[in-house]
């Protein structure tokens, strides 16, 4: 996630003719850091590392009749999470802080307003924020069963699961790693709506410094949640953001980029909680002998055969397509 503070001065104060006094009328231009710094996913293991977010918010204040409109931009494809924290002097918030808010992805909306409490005296505010991919009104489907992430009637080894002690708690409490050798197939768990996708990298190892350099692929899902494919190999994209997928779909390449100890591929579903925090989801898997189960490290699972998949379509075990859209 990223902070930025700003602390503003006052400065352009003009004297009213007809005023009581005082009146700011400078506009503010405030501009989040653009440097991608590491957030998100691998903040609290460090080992997917896959969250970098190079742009994600730009706020803007927009000055009309002494109150300032505080403007958020989206530039992600992702739902984005901020939390806002102001120190008011003079002010009123047209909501309290902290104020926490989802933007969707795209949008550009005012979030909130200051206004002065005394016309006549000078006002002053600091303001930060921080802000993280995810939503946080999103209600994760309990109900939904995912496609194991990789090709139809195929089988791979669970080297990490939920709990896993060597990296896979607090925000990636839920991840999961498959071992798979570099240049497997990957493939959609669950249908949805890409939002990011990282394939430039060609580094990694069992170092926190590579952290930021896994390639990941995030899908936006119909309930909120988004699901993260990370360490894939460079240029191990087969889509691109905004590009509508279904589970079942071949969307990569896995590998061996950013912060891990061999290739593999990481998958979560997460959300956020607020812009300094994010939150995984359990979720569960058809497997080709099982409906619906929670995967466990040491054990490998293999991929429903397509006609498998099909089938369990028709039995409502799958929301949007089991498997059977494998082309793109
Ligand atoms: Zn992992």
């Known amino acids: 996630m990223f902070r930025t503070t700003y602390r503003q001065a006052s400065r352009n104060l003009k004297s009213l003719k007809h005023g009581v006094g005082w009146r700011r009328t400078a506009h503010y231009f405030l501009w989040p850091l653009l440097a991608a710094l590491l957030c998100g996913v691998g903040t609290n293991s460090g080992h997917s590392g896959s969250g970098s977010v190079r742009r994600s918010l730009k706020v ?13 931009q989206n530039l992600e494809a992702a739902d984005v999470t901020a939390t806002f924290d102001l120190r008011l002097s003079n002010l009123k918030g047209s909501t309290n802080f902290p104020y926490t808010t989802t933007f969707r992805g795209g949008e550009t909306v005012d979030a909130f307003t200051l206004s002065p409490v005394r016309a006549d005296a000078v006002w002053h505010y600091t303001y930060s924020d921080d802000f993280t991919v995810g939503n946080n009104t999103a209600v994760p489907d309990g109900s939904y069963i995912y496609t194991l992430p990789y090709a139809p009637g195929t089988a791979c080894r669970v080297t990490q699961g939920y709990h896993g002690r060597f990296s896979h708690t607090g925000a990636d409490e839920y991840a999961i790693d498959w071992q798979m050798a570099s240049g497997t197939p990957v493939y959609a768990a669950r249908g949805g709506v890409v939002v990011g996708v ?24 119909t309930d909120g949640t988004i699901g993260i494919y990370a360490h894939l190999m460079k240029g191990g994209s087969k889509v691109k953001v905004w590009d ?26 997460f959300m956020a909680k607020s812009g300094r925090e994010r939150l ?10 099982n409906a619906a189960l929670t995967v466990m490290a040491g054990e490998s699972y293999q991929a429903a055969p397509i006609a498998v998949q099909q089938a369990n379509v028709g039995k409502g075990l799958t929301g949007m397509g089991g498997g059977s859209h494998i082309t793109r």
Do not use: C, M
Request: proline share 4%; hydrophobic share 30%; aromatic share 10%.
């Open 198 to 221: 990282k394939s430039d990298s060609d580094v990694g190892g069992p170092d926190r410094k590579y952290e930021s350099s896994a390639n990941y692929i995030l899908i936006q899902h």
């Open 280 to 289: 995984s989801v359990p979720v569960k898997f058809k497997t080709a002998d």
């Open 60 to 72: 803007t204040t927009r000055d009309e009749g002494g109150i300032t409109h505080f403007v958020v």
């Open 244 to 269: 509508k997928v279904e589970a079942g779909q071949w969307i990569g390449l896995s590998g061996d980029t950013g912060f891990t100890s061999g290739p593999h591929l990481h998958f979560s579903v």
